[in-house]
Every structure is written in structure tokens, then in C-alpha cells.
């Protein structure tokens, strides 16, 4: 057995195993197609997203993209593997770093048409027997970080929107 594999057993066998989730959604005023434009051109996040500046890799399902995470004052780098990718709808990775079996991270941004815009919920869901460690020494940072990331999307894709004239 592994190092990695036996903290994940005494992980288990302490009770630390649970899973929890964090979602924020925006209404945003543009159409989804502007919105998705930004969310699918990783070397452009630098230009508005201050929660994941730097997002390089294959964005196809199967591949990977490696995101930089400012978690406060802590800056993450996290390998993630691209499981859905559905134009305008629906863009979903989840953390694959040594640690996946501790505790693995699955999130979705999925893009739903309305009068005058989207509607964008930011899903994440933590699971694995340190989730729960992670919940007390990250969850607010996420979760402040879920925020930032919809707010300057919000400006990135309204800005697009109306210069286009959209």
C-alpha cells in the first residue's frame, strides 16, 4: 500500500470523509454565446478574471487544464481533467492532482439563455475524506472566489456585449 493510499484509509477511518458544495449564480447581460466566448478562451482569463488568472491546456473533454487559484493570500495551481463541454451551456472540469483521492473538486459553469441575457450558476462540489478539511480551511475562499470570478465575468461579458451591440 502507498503512503497516499494509507492517509486516505486513516482519513476514512477518523470519520473525515464528506463531501459539500458551493454555488453563486449572476444574472449577466449579455447573450450566452459572449459569455461562453469568455469562458472557453483560457489565455484571455488574465484580462478579466482576477479568482483564476492564468488557465492554460486542451479545453475538449478528456483534456486537461491547469488553472492558477488565488485563494486569498494562498495562490493554488490545480491539474483538471475536462469531462463536459457543451457550447453555450455547460463547461465542467474536476481537480486531478496526487491528492485526487483525498479529496477531489468537480466544477461546472452552466449557461442558461433569458430575456435580455444568462443566467450563469458556478457549481462546485468537494468530495473525498479530507473534504471536510477542506471545507474549514478553504470553503470561504472559494466561495469569495466563486464571487470575484461571476462579477468580473459579469463586466468581461456585458463590456463584449455592448460594444458589439448586442
Not at 447581460?29 to 466566448?37: F, G, I, S, Y
Not at 486542451?58 to 481533467?81: F, Q, S, Y
Not at 466544477?107 to 433569458?114: A, H, K, M, N, Y
Not at 444568462?118 to 468530495?127: N, P
Amino acid at each position: 500500500m502507498t503512503r497516499h493510499a494509507a492517509a486516505g484509509l486513516a482519513a476514512l477511518a477518523l470519520g473525515l470523509g464528506c463531501s459539500w458544495q458551493v454555488e453563486r449564480s449572476i444574472d449577466i447581460e449579455a447573450p450566452p454565446e459572449v459569455v461562453w466566448e469568455l469562458l472557453t478562451d483560457l489565455e484571455g482569463y488574465a484580462d478579466w478574471n482576477r479568482y483564476s488568472p492564468s488557465a492554460r491546456g486542451e479545453l475538449r473533454p478528456g483534456g486537461v487544464v491547469t488553472i492558477e487559484a488565488r485563494l486569498g493570500d494562498e495562490v493554488r495551481h490545480v491539474d483538471n481533467l475536462v469531462t463536459v463541454l457543451e457550447p453555450e451551456r455547460s463547461l465542467c472540469w474536476h481537480s486531478m492532482n496526487w491528492y485526487e483521492f483525498l479529496a477531489r473538486g468537480t466544477r461546472c459553469r452552466d449557461l442558461e439563455p433569458r430575456p435580455g441575457g444568462t443566467h450563469l450558476r458556478h457549481h462546485e462540489v468537494m468530495e473525498g475524506p479530507l473534504a471536510g478539511l477542506i471545507e474549514w480551511v478553504y470553503r470561504s475562499r472559494i466561495e469569495a472566489g466563486l464571487e470575484r470570478m461571476n462579477a468580473d465575468l459579469e463586466r468581461a461579458a456585458e463590456a463584449r456585449a455592448s460594444a458589439r451591440g448586442a
